[in-house]
T-cell receptor, first 112, second 113 residues
């Protein structure tokens, strides 16, 4: 069974204070690893898909990286509007289709 | 283009009742997946429908069921509601293949009293 563990559960940063969120996973065979952002009361918003170890993707202040066992979401010089819950999910070869297995998320708070 | 639309946004039901939630995917998307989100468990996969057929199913009791229509719209039904069914139910739509980006709706907040 695919499993995803995210750490830390919660993170408070000062504006401009860079940090990283961790996503550790075990999967039968990785088809893809996904990062989402979720604001309170809303559905998850897609950020990145990573497919193979060594792959990196960037979007504004966010950069996602992937190894064979974990992924990191690096946040550079965050702003208060980056405050949200960040979710990591994997899609494995077993089961087929578009099933995603999610971690429980990292709740990020960026303060002025 | 229009995003994923879920209706209703909020529901309050009594234990023992049943409920039907609706999801309209992005135009052209044929895959619809349903997830239950609770504070303790996070997002958990319920099932996926593709071209009106259930393609995948999570570990939920048979009280949870779904269907997909020829226009790709999907409904999920929960019978004999329990207090523990209170959650945010999210629908995600994807294009035809696998390993494709899933777009989520705003969710339906179900409260069982």
């Amino acid at each position: 069974e695919d499993q995803v563990t995210q750490s830390p559960e919660a993170l408070r940063l000062q504006e401009g204070e860079s940090s990283s969120l961790n996503c550790s996973y075990t999967v039968s065979g990785l088809r893809g690893l996904f990062w989402y952002r979720q604001d309170p009361g809303k559905g998850p918003e897609f950020l990145f898909t990573l497919y193979s170890a060594g792959e990196e993707k960037e979007k504004e202040r966010l950069k996602a990286t992937l190894t064979k066992k974990e992924s990191f979401l690096h946040i550079t010089a965050p702003k208060p509007e980056d405050s949200a819950t960040y979710l990591c999910a994997v899609q494995g070869v077993l089961g087929g289709g578009n099933k995603l297995t999610f971690g429980t998320g990292t709740q990020l708070k960026v303060e002025l | 283009k229009a995003g994923v639309t879920q209706t209703p946004r909020y529901l309050i039901k009594t234990r023992g009742q049943q409920v039907t939630l609706s999801c309209s995917p992005i135009s052209g998307h044929r895959s619809v997946s349903w997830y239950q989100q609770t504070p303790g468990q996070g997002l958990q996969f319920l099932f996926e429908y593709f071209s009106e057929t259930q393609r995948n199913k999570g570990n939920f009791p048979g009280r949870f069921s779904g269907r997909q229509f020829s226009n790709s719209r999907s409904e999920m039904n929960v019978s004999t509601l329990e207090l523990g069914d209170s959650a945010l139910y999210l629908c995600a739509s994807s294009s035809s293949g696998t390993m494709t980006q899933a777009f989520f709706g705003q969710g339906t907040r179900l409260t069982v009293v």
